[in-house]
């Protein structure tokens, strides 16, 4: 256990962040989607101090965080497709999955030891300058611990980590709320590996056609997305149109609850309240308590919201 600092997002803060980076230490960040646990991606021993942390399986990878397209393509090898994307979509919320550049200097714990690696450029202005400031590619899986619900506060994270890492940097509430659009671009043709904060129909429009959902042939799904995942201390039930005794209900556009996603149906407003919801809701809600959500259109950040609520409300193994 050590103490867990909370640093105010100031130049004197990133820096001090940056500092704690490079001996090792693990600091989360905000970025736009959650926050990051993040860590020096070129070192073993910190990037396995990331997986304990979280108490993360280490078949499952961690993304790549760099500070612009020339960084990225230093770590993976990018085809003019994957250059039109990055191009179109970063800094933003995006992750591309690309087969990796050898002697990129990277953990191999970082890959799970995959050929491909999954690289992001963040738009958050702390997670920019943070980058700038380390100079190296950080590995950040959300800083949550393992199969619980993601951070969007640097409450988030150190309800969840405190103890376990050097600091939090505290950037305040993260605007998309959801965590980024998994592109594979790995194989012949584009997979949706996780749906998230760049909605699917963006992706269609740019790269002309459709995308299928799912792991390629050669490749498995995003070894993350295990069914349960998001999980709260309560049970959860979707579609619900009105509480069952003893419910909590979180409700959206007509669907009016004890608390909502949005009460004029927008999409954005939902992504960005979903997780700080499901925790508020789950202290409602108590021990053994039960949690149901309205439904919640599967078109653009909804189907990275259905994703996430499917996966809090799944069996718990
Ligand atoms: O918005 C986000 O993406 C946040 C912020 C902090 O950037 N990060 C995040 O990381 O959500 P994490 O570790 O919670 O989710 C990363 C996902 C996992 O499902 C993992 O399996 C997948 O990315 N992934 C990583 N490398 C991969 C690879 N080479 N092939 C397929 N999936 C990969
Ligand atoms: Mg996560």
Not at 153 to 178: M, P, S, T
Not at 214 to 220: D, L, T
Not at 229 to 242: I, T
């Amino acid at each position: 256990m050590e103490e867990t600092k909370t640093l105010a997002a100031t130049d004197a803060g990133i820096l001090q962040a940056a500092n704690l980076l490079r001996s090792g230490r693990l600091v989360a960040f905000p970025t736009e989607t959650v926050y990051g646990l993040g860590g020096d991606a070129r070192q073993d021993e910190t990037v396995a101090r990331i997986f304990a942390a979280k108490g993360r399986p280490r078949f499952n990878p961690l993304i790549v965080h760099v500070p612009s397209l020339a960084a990225a393509e230093r770590v993976a090898v990018f085809d003019a497709r994957a250059r039109a994307v990055a191009t179109a979509f970063w800094p933003g919320p995006l992750t591309l999955v690309l087969p990796q550049r050898s002697g990129a200097g990277l953990s191999p714990l970082v890959t799970a030891d995959l050929p491909t690696v999954a690289v992001r450029v963040p738009a958050h202005p702390v997670a920019r300058a943070l980058l700038e400031a380390f100079g190296g590619p950080l590995a950040a899986p959300s800083a949550n611990p393992s199969g619980r619900v993601s951070p969007t506060r640097a409450a988030h994270v150190l309800a969840g980590l405190a103890g376990q890492i050097a600091a939090v940097l505290d950037g305040g509430a993260c605007a998309v709320g959801v965590e980024s659009t998994i592109l594979g671009l790995d194989g012949d043709s584009p997979r949706l590996l996780r749906p998230g904060g760049l909605p699917l129909e963006a992706l269609e429009a740019a790269l002309g056609q459709q995308i299928a959902s799912g792991g390629s042939a050669a490749k498995p799904n995003a070894p993350g997305q295990l069914a349960s995942h998001y999980a709260p201390a309560a049970v959860v039930r979707l579609n619900a149109h009105a509480a069952e005794t003893g419910e909590i209900l979180v409700g959206f556009g007509p669907v009016r609850g004890d608390l909502t996603l949005s009460a004029a149906g927008d999409l954005v407003e939902a992504a960005a309240a979903l997780f700080h919801l499901l925790r508020e809701a789950d202290a409602l809600a108590g021990p053994g308590g039960r949690i149901a959500f309205a439904p919640v259109p599967e078109t653009g950040l909804g189907r990275a919201i259905n994703d996430r609520l499917r996966r809090a409300a799944a069996p718990r193994p």
